[in-house]
């Protein structure tokens, strides 16, 4: 089956009626702009596509920032799967494949087109930043939150109660201020399911211990949950005259898709590359991490995988992307099946280049580089687009998604571990194809 195919089935999933109750209890708590983007707006879509822990986020991060890009706040993940169209299914079903009967194609598009921002500025006080809060919150405990007015109300009332004790209210500030008035509601939301500074967490909730579980039965949007920034929204005028950016872990597997979902739109995809020893070390960590849980297997396929399934969750919980052929190593190694992930999404990558109006490849170490090697490496993207040259201020950000902080050469407190699968025939062969042969470059 081709990539992002879409295939007939008759199964009625749990999380997709999860999601479908979750799309309809965000509808009240916010109206579509009347200057939003229509489909026909988008003329030119930028697609950053690599493996799971390959450094996407950093590049995504580094793009938005050189200020061409009309983007999302995080990846739309979340919305494949509020819109029905990343759900897993029955046997070998994977993250390439889509079922009509559940996908609601033009609801995605248009809450993508909703959802779009073209930088920050947006008052984290204003009504609207409440609003956004309100529906990221959805995304994140849609099972346990009451009505969404009612939400709104608390988004509102923590606002009003940060801005008390703070002249600058920040993003982390809302969520915190929220979260603690839920909690004391006796709604179960845990600050510690967020992408933030785990010291600023343990100085507001210093009793609150670390969740070590998926947070909730249904995933929408895969933990570790994203603070909404203060972005402002962006205009149908302003998609009209920047590329869109976009960036999902499983859009490794739906380049075709994608070319579908915007057939009027030159499509350009950015494909980032990284060392494979770093690569299957962060994957590695992130199975191991008290986040990344992507697929509920449940009762249809049992994980046995060494390393991993003897944790509580580790029997059914699959963590990143889901590859064609996944089922093979559900009872390999950790290190094997990290393995298989990293040369599942770059062999499906690399068989999609020719779906593209343009093909671009980094690496991921000239990013995580600084300096002048970061700066061309955007350079690159920026002059293949025809877009104004970036600033050297693409040097400064906060990492986001870590497992632990960034180090040079960190997989070698598991090179033992690693080295088997490292050296498999098929790791082996993509190395070639991804032109790192020599280990000198690794990070």
Known sequence: ??????????????????????????????????DAAMPADVRRVVLVVSSSRGGSTLLHLLLRLTGSFCFLDGEHLQLYRLFGLNETGPGDWHDGLVDPAHADVDG????????LVVGDGLDTRSDEFAHTVARRLFLQWHHMLPAPETVLEFVRAATVQAARSNDVVTPDDVIFHTVAALSRASVPV?????????????????????????????IIEIPPFLVPAAHLPATAKDVRARPVLLKASVDAYRIGLMRELFPAAELTVVHLVRNPAAAVNGLMDGWLHRGFFSHDLDDSCRLRIDGY???????RWWN????????????RPLPEVCAFQWCAAHDAILASTTVADRYLRLRAEDLMAGGARRH??????????????????????RVVAMT??????????????LRPALESPA????VERLGYQSRSGWI
Request: hydrophobic residues 40%; glycine residues 8%; neutral net charge.
């Open 108 to 115: 995605f598009v248009r809450a993508v087109l909703d959802d």
């Open 1 to 34: 089956m081709s990539q992002g195919e879409m295939i007939a089935s008759d199964r009625t999933s749990p999380a997709i009626a999860v999601a479908r109750r979750a799309r309809d209890e965000l509808t009240p708590v916010g109206g579509r702009r009347g």
């Open 376 to 397: 061309g490496a955007i350079g690159q993207v920026i002059e293949e687009l025809g877009l104004a040259a970036p600033s050297a201020a693409t040097g400064a950000e």
């Open 309 to 315: 399934s003897h944790l509580p969750w580790g029997g």
């Open 190 to 218: 845990n600050p510690w399911n967020y992408d933030v500074d785990p010291a600023r967490i343990r100085a507001v909730f210093p009793t609150l211990p670390r969740p070590a579980a998926p947070p909730v039965d249904s």
């Open 427 to 430: 790791v082996q062969a993509m």
């Open 320 to 331: 990143f992307d889901l590859p064609p052929r996944w089922t093979e190593v559900v009872e």
């Open 404 to 417: 632990e902080r960034p180090r040079p050469g960190r997989w070698r407190a598991r090179a033992a571990l």
